[in-house]
Nanobody
Framework: QVQLVESGGGLVQPGGSLRLSCTAT????????VAWYRQAAGKNREWVAE???????NYPNSVKGRFTISRDKAKATVYLQMNSLKPDDTAVYSC????????????WGQGTQVTVSE
């Protein structure tokens, strides 16, 4: 069964940090890129980070300088390190496979809730 599984979400105070994980199971993800998205209540889904199969990364201005995407290919896991969190970062965060070389491109995880609040 081809799956992406997110973990690491939870409640954090403004200014705090959190690290999310996205682990691939049931397929070889080494030739895939991975993107992170978030969706806040009542809002559209927003792209927040991407890492390509060769390790290059990209971010929108809303998170640039605060979020870092990385991967451990041996563990088939992509991470999203989130620093200097603010209440507007509150959302369900999901990961998705990307890239021309990815046989399972377009696979989504189930999402993990991140809440930034006092």
């Amino acid at each position: 069964q081809v799956q992406l599984v997110e973990s690491g979400g939870g409640l954090v105070q403004p200014g705090g940090s959190l690290r999310l994980s996205c682990t691939a199971t049931g397929f070889n993800s080494s030739t895939c890129g991975v993107a992170w998205y978030r969706q806040a209540a009542g809002k559209n889904r927003e792209w927040v980070a991407e890492i390509s199969r060769d390790g290059s990364t990209n971010y929108p201005n809303s998170v640039k300088g605060r979020f870092t995407i990385s991967r451990d290919k041996a563990k088939a896991t992509v991470y999203l390190q989130m620093n200097s969190l603010k209440p507007d970062d509150t959302a369900v965060y999901s990961c998705k496979t990307t890239g021309y070389y990815c046989a399972s491109v377009g696979t989504w995880g189930q999402g993990t809730q991140v809440t930034v609040s006092e």
